[in-house]
């Protein structure tokens, strides 16, 4: 649902000014600088060693990033370290690091072209959509489908990267598990959650917009 977000620009203004040199050197924004700095060397290893090994290496690796995302904001909130910074690069990382692994397992064929594409546009409408939003004065709040979205490619990425069958014993019985795929399985359902968090924050934000256009009416009528 969209809003005008008055409260949290009174929030802002009221804020002290903060010194960007002190910014770029919060424990925060280090994780984040960390999680880009990973994304060649898991691009690396996704293209130029596609082996059980390589792919258990890059699933750590993208794992490990996905922590520290996680982390970074947990410590902003806690210990009051939220920055201009920090809320301009950590949703980037996530961005960067999770667009190169889609493009990598395109090239290794492990997921199908169309549905990164279809990936890649609903995140760049989305990013366009709230820029929008931004210089019109209304925000457009997370709902849970794209949370639930988010959650759905991050494991489901992690399977593409290990990418291999691994065996593993149950009850006197050797078992496979077929990790590619269980993450396409994954990427598919996040797929379904894209569009539906899509079209909502598309109908969400025209809705705030026209509402907005109305009141202005009946103010100067």
């Known amino acids: 649902m969209c809003h005008t977000p008055d409260s949290t620009m009174k929030d802002a203004k009221k804020r002290p000014p903060t010194n960007l040199r002190e910014e770029l050197f919060h424990l925060p924004n280090l994780l984040t600088y960390g999680r880009i700095l990973v994304i060649p060397l898991v691009v690396y290893i996704i293209l130029e060693h596609p082996t059980p090994r ?22 902003a909130r806690n210990m009051k370290l939220e920055s201009v910074i920090g809320k301009f690069l950590d949703p980037l990382a996530d961005k960067l690091i999770v667009m190169a692994c889609f ?5 290794i064929e492990r997921i199908p072209a169309w549905l990164v594409v279809v990936l890649l546009a609903r995140e760049i409408s989305i990013t366009g959509l709230r820029s929008v939003a931004s210089t019109e004065g209304l925000s457009v709040d997370v709902i849970q489908a794209g949370k639930l979205k988010t959650a759905l490619q991050l494991i489901g990425l992690v399977g593409l990267l290990i990418g ?13 598990v077929d990790f590619t795929g269980f ?27 026209d509402e907005r256009n109305r009141a202005a009416r009946t103010t100067t009528g």
Do not use: H, K, M
Request: glycine share 10%; aromatic share 26%; charged share 5%.
């Open 54 to 75: 390589g792919g258990f290496y890059a699933a750590a690796l993208f794992g490990l990033a996905a922590i520290t995302d996680f982390l970074d904001g947990w410590l």
């Open 103 to 107: 493009v990598c397992l395109v090239q």
């Open 164 to 176: 291999f069958r691994y065996p593993f014993n149950f009850l006197f019985a050797t078992y496979e």
């Open 183 to 209: 993450g396409l399985i994954l990427i598919y359902l996040s797929l379904v959650f894209s569009l539906v968090s899509g079209g909502s924050y598309f109908l969400s934000f025209f809705r705030a917009l």
